[in-house]
């Protein structure tokens, strides 16, 4: 992951004997889709002018006005070490453009660029983001398919030979660094089969095709161990679920814009006013940054997952924690969003929500550092503590009512996301589920 040029990519391929190169993209909903070519068609594809259909992509456009063309970022080349044996193939993320040469509002990354711009005009220069997703590891079945089975009982932080996922484990990180990544930690979490890798920040769309990227060398490398990898929120009833904290921070001119080694709890007004628009839009930005019918299944009381909007220097049951480390390391992380947003789209509706405070010199409110969960309803209401949106149905319905975050999303984007959520929610609501047989079939 370096800068390129064309020249640099042209003779890139050459070297090390790729055979196709697979140009990448992100639907609405989150998922890599790709364009696969082989490596004779590299100058076509260095020169924007691969098309391809996008009607056929969910959320994007109508039959009639189907043609996108690719416009491939030449600084996320890379090469998938897992493809040496059959010819390798390296990829390009590609921005999509129109046929006019615009760039498309249905894309994310895209999207978040120009949520960006709105930053840089209010006098920052970078917005760094460092993840921590989390998955479950299942056994695969005979024909392939993922089973309920774990493939440990492991703990938080376990060794082997309780935690059997450590190979698999070792095995991503290895191919995540051949690829470039900067691994920070690896380790079992709280959840028996549950499982984290940290790397290290980076800008805003760097970090967000870098947590593309993870998924799929997650996912690739677990089959090849006869394991099942996903980043479902809440696969399994009774223990946690998966989360994918956003650690954010500002920059202005090299500079951290949240540290001041002057300012209370040595944050600065900038980072004061961030967590005030965080908090004043945290319902709204629920449905971007939890956007499946199954996360709202880990936004409950007892599994660490934060349920109240609240944020704190000390405890980890409020939605925004402020990390111990300060200096150039001064972050706010954002504790609510699951591993199925699409991060484009999460970090875009993020940036927006503290940039609000910042543009309107909001005034956060006053730290919670007690346990949120040992506290009552009265307590919560005292405190002024509200609850996030129980529902996908409840937090589609919040984000339609706010302003800022669907100016984050773009009138493209949000008319198709919030079409497609509530088929989903439609969906989820007139299924009969078992759990409704298991209560009522005999009693009724």
Same mark, same amino acid.
């Given at each position: ?126 917005? &760094? *983001? ?10 695969? /079945? %005979?024909? $392939? +398919?993922?089973? #309920? ?97 956003? &650690? *954010? ?10 540290? /001041? %080694?002057? $300012? +209370?709890?040595? #944050? ?114 005292? +405190? ?61």
């Amino acid at each position: 992951m370096g800068k390129y040029t064309r020249e640099d990519i042209q003779r890139l391929a050459k070297e090390q004997d790729v055979k196709y190169i697979r140009l990448q993209f992100t639907d609405i909903l989150g998922t890599i889709k790709n364009v696969e070519i082989p490596v004779s068609q590299l100058d076509k594809a260095l020169d924007n002018k691969m098309m391809f259909d996008g009607s056929s992509i969910e959320g994007f456009v109508r039959i009639e006005e189907s043609d996108m063309q690719l416009y491939p970022d030449l600084d996320t080349w890379v090469v998938f070490p897992w493809t040496a044996e059959k010819g390798k193939v390296a990829r390009l993320i590609c921005d999509i453009y129109t046929p006019e040469g615009e760039p498309f509002a249905g894309d994310p990354r895209a999207n978040l660029k120009r949520v960006l711009e709105e930053m840089k005009e209010l006098g920052f220069t970078d917005f &760094n *983001l460092g993840p921590e997703p989390e998955f479950f590891l299942f056994k695969l /079945d %005979e024909k $392939g +398919e993922p089973t #309920l089975e774990l493939n440990d009982n492991g703990g938080y932080f376990d060794l082997a030979p309780t935690d059997l996922g450590e190979n698999c484990r070792r095995d991503i990180v290895l191919e995540l660094e051949e690829m470039g990544f900067e691994i920070e930690a690896s380790h079992h979490e709280v959840a028996p089969g549950q499982h984290e890798i940290d790397f290290k920040y980076a800008d805003a769309v760097t970090a967000c095709d870098n947590i593309q990227t993870f998924k799929l060398v997650v996912k690739t490398i677990a089959r090849k161990h006869g394991l099942h990898a996903t980043f479902m929120p809440k696969p399994l009833f009774g223990v946690n679920g998966s989360g994918m904290h956003m &650690n *954010l921070s500002l920059f202005k001119d090299g500079q951290n814009a949240f540290f /001041d %080694e002057s $300012g +209370e709890l040595k #944050l600065s007004e900038t980072a004061y006013q961030f967590i005030a628009g965080t908090v004043k839009n945290a319902e709204a930005f629920t449905a971007i940054c939890n956007p499946t019918v199954n996360s709202y299944k880990r936004l409950v009381p007892g599994y660490e997952a934060p349920c109240y909007v609240a944020w704190s220097g000390q405890n980890r049951s409020p939605l925004i924690r402020i990390p111990a480390s300060r200096g150039m390391s001064t972050r706010v992380e954002v504790r609510s969003v699951d591993p199925s947003a699409n991060p484009y789209l999460a970090m875009a509706v993020l940036l927006k929500a503290g940039l609000d405070g910042i543009k309107n010199k909001m005034e956060a409110p006053a730290p919670v550092d007690r346990n949120i969960y040992a506290m009552d309803k009265e307590e919560r209401e005292a +405190e002024g503590l509200r609850d996030l949106p129980a529902t996908l149905a409840a937090a589609l319905e919040v984000l339609k009512k706010n302003d800022t975050i669907k100016d984050a999303l773009g009138e493209h984007i949000l008319e198709h996301f919030i079409e497609a959520k509530e088929i989903e929610w439609d969906m989820f609501r007139t299924q009969v589920h078992p759990w409704e047989r298991e209560q009522y079939m005999s009693m009724y």
